[in-house]
């Protein structure tokens, strides 16, 4: 992915990434303090197509990506309205459509999609 942006850190996208989510539904990358970001630098959103060596694809409708900062680097965001965080993890999972799942009922079985965080802020 390719993003043609400013990185100043404001309000507005962090305003654009949150609607109609939750804190439960968002992860941030090197977050301490708060679940859900203040200020971001840039996101950007649509149907997110995940493809695997297997065959297997899942399009996750409205998913999110932003870039805000941690300390004195940049970290990255994700989330979606069908997806759960799993702070104790490290982990978010996603439904992407996929039926007999609701990542709502905090029941975390049958999503499409686990995406666990790297050893840094620039890894997922």
């Known amino acids: ?30 977050v301490t303090l708060n679940m859900t970001p203040a200020e971001l630098n840039f996101v950007v959103y649509g149907t997110m197509t995940f493809s695997f060596e297997s065959g297997n694809s899942y399009q996750c409708p409205n998913f999110r990506v932003a870039q805000g900062h941690s300390g004195s680097s940049n970290n990255w965001w994700m989330g979606a309205k069908d997806c759960a965080h799993i702070p104790e993890s490290h982990q978010i999972v996603c439904c992407c459509g996929k039926k007999f799942c609701n990542a709502a009922t ?10 666990t965080a790297g050893d840094n802020d620039h890894e997922f």
């Open 1 to 30: 992915m390719d993003v043609k942006a400013g990185r100043h850190g404001s309000s507005g996208p962090a305003a654009t990434f949150m609607q109609g989510l939750s804190a439960t539904s968002v992860m941030g990358l090197d």
């Open 106 to 115: 905090g029941v975390l079985t049958g999503y499409a999609i686990s995406i």
